[in-house]
């Protein structure tokens, strides 16, 4: 079974926000770092934002700064990912994941993934 399981894409407009929750499946993952990935047609996977376990740290790709929002609740061992402004250019296959590490803002390492969730902005 897959381990995360995202939620909360959808068809918007430009300029409308969403709110993507990745919820666990048969683990625990409160004490690990968080990261969400994104891969668009015809390009490479990237992250987009990372969150560390304790939830005091995070990090943004450019693209998305001033715009996203990662956060957690370790109590309900959930992670969310608050898009606002949303552009066309944000038109992606939304990826949560998991890294035993605590924190890993560059991609260095993610062990858990969920199996995505579309995001389509149209203009």
């Known amino acids: 079974q897959v381990p995360l399981v995202e939620s909360g894409g959808g068809l918007v407009q430009a300029g409308d926000s969403l709110r993507l929750s990745c919820a666990p499946s048969?683990?625990?993952?409160?004490?690990?770092?968080m990261g969400w990935f994104r891969q668009a047609p015809g390009k490479e996977r990237e992250l987009v934002a990372a969150?560390?376990?304790?939830?005091?740290?995070?990090y943004y790709a450019d693209s998305v700064k001033g715009r996203f929002t990662c956060s957690r609740d370790n109590a309900k061992n959930t992670v969310y990912l608050q898009m606002n402004s949303l552009k066309p250019e944000d038109t992606a296959v939304y990826y949560c994941?998991?890294?035993?590490?605590?924190?890993?803002?560059?991609?260095?390492?993610?062990?858990?993934w969920g199996q995505g969730t579309q995001v389509t902005v149209s203009s």
């Open positions: 994941a998991a890294t035993v590490r605590l924190f890993s803002p560059y991609g260095q390492r993610y062990d858990y």
């Open positions: 969150i560390s376990a304790g939830g005091g740290n995070t």
């Open positions: 048969g683990r625990t993952f409160s004490s690990y770092g």
